[in-house]
């Protein structure tokens, strides 16, 4: 019986601490960050991954929310495929009715992951998509500032990892850097974990 794992380099710790003590997970594959920014590039990516991995396997979790592509994937795969619940890895991580409960709260809120903390700046600009815009000359920064300038809060989302302190000091200095207030929320691997049982019973 072996299980499979292709999941966002955002969400490798995750993912990891999940499937430490599986021992039916075999092979773990982990992808670049930022492919949710293009869903039809992320569905053709996770395809292609899946195809290289259904000989292998009995069954493949993947660890992304939805991001706008997995509910087009195709029903022809050789093995089961399983992702869990969530628009994106905030609703994986939070829950999709938390999530949309904080994002009524306060609108303008800049969601946090470990994954997407430690990357820091970079996930903003990618993600805000400036960096055509500065090969122009444009000041990246400056180009962010006024693209968040609604925004008026930074939500961490706390995963519990030994590393939190550092995370939260990288947290304070982005919220800073825009003038946000940052809270913290504690997530929960549950969504993780019950989407690798699922695919773990699907290999029996």
């Given at each position: ?150 925004f008026s809060r930074a ?50």
């Open positions: 019986m072996s299980v499979g794992v292709i999941c966002c380099k955002v969400l490798e710790k995750e993912i990891r601490k999940v499937a430490h003590h599986v021992p039916e997970v075999t092979h773990i594959h982990v992808m670049e960050w930022g492919l949710h920014i293009r869903p039809d590039v992320l569905l053709e990516t996770l395809c292609r991954e899946i195809r290289q991995m259904e000989n292998r396997v009995d069954a493949i979790m993947l660890g992304y929310g939805r991001c706008q592509a997995l509910d087009r994937l195709p029903d022809d795969f050789a093995v089961p495929v399983f992702y869990p619940e969530g628009e994106d890895c905030i609703g994986v991580l939070l829950g999709q009715e938390r999530y949309d409960r904080e994002l009524m709260q306060t609108a303008g809120t800049w969601f946090l992951t470990p994954g997407w903390t430690e990357l820091g700046m970079e996930f903003i600009f990618d993600e805000l998509q400036v960096h055509r815009m500065a090969k122009k000359g444009y000041d990246p920064l400056a180009l962010a500032h006024r693209m968040l300038k609604d939500l961490f989302i706390d995963m519990g990892f030994k590393r939190n302190d550092a995370l939260m000091r990288k947290a304070l200095s982005i919220s800073a850097e825009f003038g946000w207030k940052l809270e913290k929320v504690e997530g929960s691997l549950i969504r993780l974990k019950q989407t690798l049982h699922q695919a773990v019973d699907a290999a029996v």
